[in-house]
Every structure is written in structure tokens, then in C-alpha cells.
């Protein structure tokens, strides 16, 4: 028998179980950052709104027909509402005769604290018109949901600092424009032991109310979040807490599940839409959005939570992003950090434009970035222009912590800003600094970053520093870090550039 064909054998006996494996796989239904889910369904279409935290514009609003393949549409709020400062966390959707109400939570401008805003809407994907502060409880009040029942809507909500009792999911009615609370509030369940619970959900099921919560630390390398849940006969009495609990919890590929809403298909199953680290990749691609399926046993009548399983759990071909910038728009999945810049951004002729304010202590510049679906991946750009300012491409955690490669004047240079203090890793000339310049950033799983520049096609010259640069340092706590386009110069300045692309390996 050849070597050849044992070999063929020894592939044949084994390719099955091989396929088999990746067929047991989980994925990200949306892949990339997208915590605190979520999701309603308007006949055959599924719409799911996201935390966008720092970036706006805020609160992306995906569509989907399966609820498996997702398509990002736009947000709820192109500016930020007036009384908002930032920390736009947990949107939650729900729908009343012909309005589409979000009630979501955002950290108020006068005095810092998060508390819950509402908006509506006659569409669930555009038009949303802000309605201010509804719920200001205690230190702070975040994590909105909305529950009918028999006709009356309530509204509950995880809240903080009331009179030196532990954090508390409390609950009020709803006035029925939804727009404001009535009565007095109630305690669904109180955190007596200290470990956190928020991010909840209610479902009935028989006589009973079910209390779906997240408990634990949601956020970071450190985070151990998970899924619970607790009954109760009654809306506005104590809910108590299941034995069994976790119901969702740490798979070998998954860590720290939580934060979800559920929805119902047309066949009549029920779904929970919730967020989750990849161990892979983890805060370096956020909490990213995941499926499970909901059950019941018939002889406990408590609920179980199966995550989904799909084909592959590695960042696809679909998830890459390129832009020639001939489209009469800029293209939907582009945020920044609205906190630190102010950028103006056009697009026509096959060019981006990019400039705007940069406001004091912003070390990095503007930043239009896309979220990262893996910690391997490969951005290009064009730049076209020359000028004193820089442009080009970044990897931008916050404004005192990012790192990128751009053009200035007649040079390319490779920089860092860290605990915002910004370090020029390495610099060279362009032979011909009239000419566009061809710039790339590449990500490693190990997390490191090399960067590279050309003004002829094919040929790319690797700008190196002392040693390779990690990015570890990017992850903000409660988001992943992101990349994009960069310009940092004065007001009467601006990038041009003619291409980007975004691939993964």
C-alpha cells in the first residue's frame, strides 16, 4: 500500500468527526461589540437594537428574516439627545398601537448619573423622537423593560442607592402614552448576597410570572456573568429564585452570557437574544450577539436556555467590509467617539472627506471606525491629499489610548497613545510625497500590530519601532476596541482618502 493512499484512508476515517466539530460550533449571530440586546419582531421581520456606549451614532438597529443572518440598518439616534452626556447602555424595544417606544439608558449632562430615557416612533428602524428623563430613581436607575399584562404595561428596571438597601430590580405601571410612571414602585427581586443581578426579562408560563435577570460581573477580563431566573404568582410581589440557577452559563467557547430579551417566531418557538465573549477573541472583539432557544420541563415548570448551534465559529468572508466611497451615502456601520471629537464627513466622487474639532486632551485626533469581529484581521486605506495633518489609519480604544500608522507632510509615521500620552514609534520619508500613499495595519492573534506603507502597488514597506507594539492595552471596560480611519489636524484641514478595506484571516 503507497503512503499516498494510507494517507487518503487516515483523511477519509477522520474527516467526519472533523466535520462533525465544526458543525457543533457556536457563532455569533451578530458578530463583534453588541451587548445588552434587544429584539422584536414585526411580522416576518426580526429588528434587534444594541449598547452603543461611547460611539455614536447611537443604539445600531440590525434586521433579520431568520434570525440567524443580520443586517445592520441604522440607529435610533443620530445626535445625541440633550439631556445625555454619554454611557448610552441597554436600549429595550416594545410596541404599542402603531408606536415603537425605546427606553434606554444614557448618563444625564447636568449631573453624571444614569437614569432611563424614552423614545418613539411610528417605525421600528428610523424616526425616533426623544421624550427626555422617565425614570430617575435612587443613585441610578438603568436596564428598562417593558412587560403587558392583561392590558396594563409596566416597566421595570435595575436600581441603585435606595436608602442603603442592595441593588433592587424594581417595578412601576406604565401611564398608557408609556411615557411616564405611575403608582408606586415595587421590588421584584433584591440582590441580598451581593452578586449583582440586572439585564432583566419576563415571561408568563402557566400561573406563574418568570423573572429572567443576569447576575454576576458583566464586563472586562474578569467578568463572570450568567443567566438566572426566579417566579412569582403575582407581578408586584417578591419573585423567588430557581435552585438550579444558572440557566445559561460558561460554555467551553463562551464566557459570561447575559443581558437578553426574548421574541416568538411565527412557528410558534421562542428565542433569547443575549450577549457574550468569545474566549477566543475576548474583550478584543466585545460582548457579541448570541441565540438560545427557550424550553420548559412540564414537571417543574422551570424554563432552560439552549445556546444555538451553527456552522462555523470563525469570523466568515461576510463579515469583511470594503468601500470605494462611490455610493451617494457614507456607509451605516461607521461610529466614533462622539465624546472627544466632532467630525464632519463627506463622500462623493469616490472619495471620503474627513476633518472636524478635535477637543482638548484627544491625543489620538478623529477616529471613524468599524467593530472588529476577530483579533486577526488586515484594514487598508488610500490617502490622497497632502497637508500638514495626519491620516491615515488607527486602532482606537479611547482618546488616551490608541495606536495607527498615517501620512504628514512629506513622512509616514507609526504611532502610540498610551494613558494619553502620544509617542511617535517610528517615521520615514516618502520618496515622492506628492504621490497617494497606500497604508496598512495588520492584527495578529498574539496582539500584536505591524504597519506598513507603499506608493507602489504590491510593494509594502514595514515601518518598524523597538520591537512589535501589543494593542493589549486597547480595551476600555465595558467596550472592545476599534479601527478605522484617522485625521488629527486643525479645523481647516481634512483627510481624503480613496479606499479601505477590512479582511480577516
Known amino acids: 500500500m503507497s503512503s499516498l493512499f494510507r494517507c487518503l484512508l487516515f483523511l477519509a476515517a477522520f474527516l467526519p468527526a472533523i466535520s462533525t466539530a465544526i458543525a457543533q460550533q457556536q457563532k455569533a449571530v451578530i458578530p463583534g461589540d453588541f451587548a445588552d440586546p434587544s429584539i422584536i419582531r414585526k411580522g416576518t421581520q426580526y429588528f434587534a437594537v444594541g449598547t452603543s456606549s461611547e460611539w455614536a451614532p447611537h443604539f445600531p438597529i440590525y434586521v433579520s428574516t431568520n434570525l440567524t443572518d443580520w443586517k445592520q440598518i441604522g440607529y435610533i439616534f443620530d445626535k445625541a439627545p440633550e439631556w445625555t452626556s454619554g454611557s448610552f447602555w441597554a436600549p429595550e424595544y416594545y410596541f404599542n398601537k402603531g408606536t415603537y417606544f425605546i427606553y434606554y439608558t444614557a448618563r444625564r449632562k447636568k449631573d453624571g448619573v444614569s437614569y432611563i430615557g424614552v423614545a418613539t416612533s411610528a417605525y421600528p428602524d428610523k424616526g425616533f423622537k426623544d421624550h427626555g428623563v422617565i425614570i430617575e430613581h435612587g443613585k441610578e436607575a438603568i436596564d428598562a423593560f417593558v412587560y403587558n399584562d392583561n392590558g396594563q404595561r409596566y416597566i421595570t428596571f435595575k436600581a441603585y442607592g435606595l436608602d442603603k438597601r442592595p441593588i433592587e430590580i424594581l417595578g412601576s405601571k406604565l401611564s398608557a402614552d408609556g411615557l411616564k410612571l405611575e403608582g408606586e414602585t415595587f421590588s421584584l427581586l433584591k440582590d441580598e448576597k451581593g452578586i449583582g443581578l440586572e439585564g432583566q426579562s419576563i415571561l408568563k408560563q402557566g400561573d406563574y410570572y418568570y423573572l429572567f435577570y443576569s447576575a454576576g460581573n458583566c464586563c472586562g477580563i474578569q467578568c463572570d456573568y450568567n443567566v438566572r431566573v426566579a417566579r412569582s404568582k403575582s407581578l408586584t410581589t417578591p419573585f423567588q429564585n430557581y435552585q438550579n440557577n444558572p440557566i445559561l452559563a460558561e460554555t467551553a467557547e463562551w464566557k459570561c452570557p447575559g443581558h437578553g430579551t426574548f421574541v416568538s417566531t411565527p412557528a410558534g418557538k421562542t428565542f433569547y437574544l443575549y450577549h457574550s465573549y468569545n474566549k477566543k477573541n475576548n474583550v478584543f472583539t466585545g460582548r457579541e450577539g448570541m441565540l438560545a432557544e427557550l424550553s420548559w420541563d412540564n414537571q ?20 469583511n467590509f470594503s468601500d470605494t466611497f462611490d455610493g451617494k451615502k457614507v456607509a451605516q456601520a461607521w461610529q466614533w467617539d462622539f465624546r472627544n471629537s466632532d467630525p464632519v464627513v463627506k463622500q462623493t466622487n469616490g472619495n471620503l472627506y474627513l476633518r472636524g474639532a478635535i477637543k482638548t486632551g484627544n491625543s489620538s485626533g478623529i477616529v471613524l471606525t468599524l467593530r ?21 489609519l488607527a486602532f482606537y480604544g479611547d482618546a488616551n489610548t ?28 516618502l520618496p515622492s510625497p506628492t504621490r497617494s500613499v497606500n497604508l496598512k495595519l495588520v492584527a495578529s492573534p498574539d496582539l500584536t500590530c505591524k504597519v506598513y506603507w ?28 476599534r479601527v478605522g480611519l484617522n485625521f488629527k489636524g486643525s479645523p481647516d484641514q481634512q483627510a481624503v482618502f480613496s479606499s479601505f478595506a477590512l479582511t480577516y484571516q
Open 402 to 429: 490608541a495606536m495607527g500608522i498615517g501620512v504628514t507632510k512629506n513622512k509616514v509615521e507609526y504611532w502610540v497613545v498610551k494613558d494619553n500620552k502620544r509617542e511617535v514609534i517610528a517615521t520615514e520619508p
Open 372 to 392: 472588529p469581529v476577530s483579533t486577526s484581521f488586515t484594514v487598508t486605506t488610500t490617502v490622497t491629499n497632502q497637508n500638514t495633518a495626519l491620516k491615515g
Open 300 to 319: 417543574t415548570g422551570w424554563p432552560s436556555l439552549k445556546p444555538q448551534i451553527t456552522a462555523t465559529a470563525i469570523a466568515s468572508k461576510s463579515s
Open 454 to 481: 507603499s506608493q507602489e502597488p504590491g510593494k509594502w514597506t514595514e515601518l518598524k519601532g523597538e520591537g512589535d507594539y501589543s494593542y493589549q492595552f486597547l480595551p476600555q471596560w465595558d467596550r472592545s476596541p
